[in-house]
């Protein structure tokens, strides 16, 4: 539509040029306004048709992708933010361990009477073997007619039981580690030579990853003292078939993964202090958080006669709330609620208290901690999100994106090398950039929101450690989808912390290089021959270096 047109070429005769501006808004808003109509129209064709007792308008997806960019919903940014760096291909084979040699002669008969032999040369082949290693222990037995006691051997340690440490490794891998369902994993078995239930294989998951629970304590305490900074997101899950939500938490070292039934900013102060019962405390922090809501002054004063710097459980202080303050409403009771929370974890020094989140704009992980860092990623979404009509308005979305992409390449430099001058060029220019006017309305809407956010989009320039994206705890969330989608999630609460459990240390395993078969036998085994991950995320610890930029921070 109207292709080549650029209004600044229109001579402004008795403000030509501003009414046609404001023409081509008109456009994109009638635009819009007409889409959602008709997607709010089939809504209700679809629901006048169920109600009827007949199917609405199918979901069809086309075979191919849509090329149109006014009617795109691909709102990645991946072309425009990733310069994939120089691949060199390297040689696999250096990093097969072989198990066994096998030499390969030549036939005598073929070889010429003057051959020469000048050595070998190697070709290592990949191959794997299956097999059952059942075992008949043979256990002595003794009796003691003065004792009236028998006395019997004992078997191996991670040998309780029918199935031995090799099967019930493979099992906790095969359903964490590579998404396959109990029904799917008596089939492996069984084509084996394993005769197992799938209530012998429920057992087992519940029993073995139950037992490493406090392995999973100790990953997450390591991790949070690992950086003063943590990445944190939420996908849905179902427990039972009600909707609750996974927390995700991580940095370069550990995910961590906490299903609850609320994604709220309670939910979310309890994931970052250990998934443990919340504690609340009136104090000075607990009244500044309050006034930085406009909490009524008069109510502020009734809970000021309350004991300070007490610590009470969440049932103590509910039931003293409701005694002297019965007037507030729910808003109001759960904005005290929060106060008082978000006060006792930064009062307390019994765990590990987070400085800086990482995470997308929304509302429950802010006001939590100290500095909340924002995604570029989620932002940059938004700005692909505006499908214009007016060719003259993609062409100014398509020349702001690239401005756009070209400041986030500029603070992904700065990250490797930050300078005191450059942090200064980079808020200066993020202040001209965000200031710009395109007279594309929504694009210019856009644009000041981006602006409102430069405090939480620029905390790389104080904390150069921090990546610009949240894409660490987003794939954390993407990992737990699969599994959610092929076993339809937990039926208990209890099946939901194994879930938890076992996620987070087959995704902290891949972090650290820990082979996750190796590690999960180790433990089942009871051998515990190799170093726990919480003590390899403290050794990646010292020399990591991630948090640089808080000890250098002036007293």
């Known amino acids: 539509m109207l292709a080549g047109f650029d209004p600044h070429q229109i001579q402004d005769i008795a403000g030509a040029r501003q009414a046609i501006v404001m023409l081509l808004n008109l456009v994109e808003d ?97 191959d794997i073997k299956i097999e059952t290693d059942n075992i008949l222990f043979r256990k002595e037995k003794y009796y003691s007619p003065s004792q ?33 369902t109990e029904p799917k994993i008596l089939t492996f078995l069984e084509t084996v030579g394993i005769y197992i239930s799938t209530g012998q294989i429920s057992h087992i998951l519940h029993g073995e990853v139950g037992r490493l629970h406090t392995e999973k304590e100790e990953i997450y305490q390591a991790g949070l003292r690992s950086t003063p900074w943590q990445q944190i997101d939420d996908t849905a899950a179902r427990v039972n078939g009600q909707n609750q939500y996974t927390h995700v938490v991580c940095n370069p070292f550990y995910t961590a993964y906490f299903t609850k039934p609320h994604k ?31 909490f009524s002054k008069v109510k502020r004063k009734k809970l000021a006669r309350l004991a300070r710097e007490q610590m009470y459980t969440q049932t103590e202080f ?18 005290v ?21 990482l995470a997308d704009d929304a509302g429950q992980f802010k006001r939590i901690v100290e500095s909340l860092a924002l995604c570029w ?20 979305l398509d020349d702001f994106l690239t401005k756009f992409w070209g400041f986030y390449h500029e603070l992904q430099a700065y990250r490797l090398d930050p300078t005191e001058d450059e ?26 929101k981006t602006k409102a956010k430069k405090s939480g989009l620029l905390q790389v ?21 699969p599994k959610l989608n092929i076993s339809f999630g937990p039926h208990t609460d209890a099946g939901a912390k194994i879930w938890d459990t076992g996620l987070t240390i087959v995704a902290t395993a891949r972090k650290l290089g820990v082979n996750v078969l190796d590690y999960f036998r180790d433990r089942i085994s009871r051998v515990n021959q190799l170093p726990s991950l919480s003590s390899l995320i403290e050794q990646k610890t010292a020399v990591s270096h991630l948090d640089r930029s808080w000890q250098n921070k002036p007293p």
């Not at 102060?269 to 998934?275: A, E, F, N, R, S």
């Not at 942090?423 to 856009?446: A, C, G, H, P």
Request: proline content about 6%.
């Open 377 to 396: 990623i989620h932002d940059g979404r938004h700005y692909k999100k505006l499908l214009p009509s007016v060719e003259y308005h993609r062409q100014l």
């Open 148 to 180: 009236h006691k028998v006395y019997l051997a004992a078997l191996p340690e991670g040998y309780q039981g029918q199935f031995g440490p090799g099967i019930k490794s493979w099992i906790v891998v095969l359903y964490f580690a590579l998404n396959v």
């Open 30 to 126: 009638i635009k819009s306004e007409n889409q959602k109509l008709r997607e709010q129209n089939q809504r209700l064709r679809d629901e006048i048709n169920r109600l009827k007792g007949e199917q609405g308008k199918p979901n069809i997806k086309p075979n191919k992708k849509k090329k149109n960019k006014s009617t795109s919903t691909d709102y990645s940014s991946e072309k425009e933010r990733h310069r994939p760096p120089k691949r060199h291909k390297q040689s696999k084979t250096e990093k097969i361990e072989t198990d066994r040699e096998q030499v390969l002669q030549v036939d005598p008969e073929t070889l010429p009477e003057d051959a020469e032999f000048k050595g070998y040369e190697d070709v290592v082949v990949q």
């Open 461 to 481: 320039l104080k904390h150069p450690e921090i990546p610009l994206h949240n894409n660490d705890s987003e794939l954390g969330a993407r990992r737990q989808k």
């Open 318 to 335: 509910e039931a003293l709330l409701k005694e002297h303050l019965p007037e507030l409403g729910p808003q109001q009771f759960k904005q």
């Open 337 to 357: 609620l929060e106060a008082a929370a978000i006060a006792a974890y930064h009062t307390q020094d019994e765990f590990p208290i987070v400085d800086l989140l």
């Open 423 to 448: 942090r200064e060029r980079l808020d200066t220019e993020f202040d001209e950039l965000f200031s710009t006017v395109t007279n594309y309305q929504d694009l210019d809407d856009r644009i000041a």
């Open 264 to 294: 709220d900013r309670l939910s979310v102060l309890q994931v970052l202090w250990g998934d443990r019962p919340l504690v609340f405390c009136l104090n000075d922090l607990a009244f500044a958080y309050l006034e930085s809501y406009s």
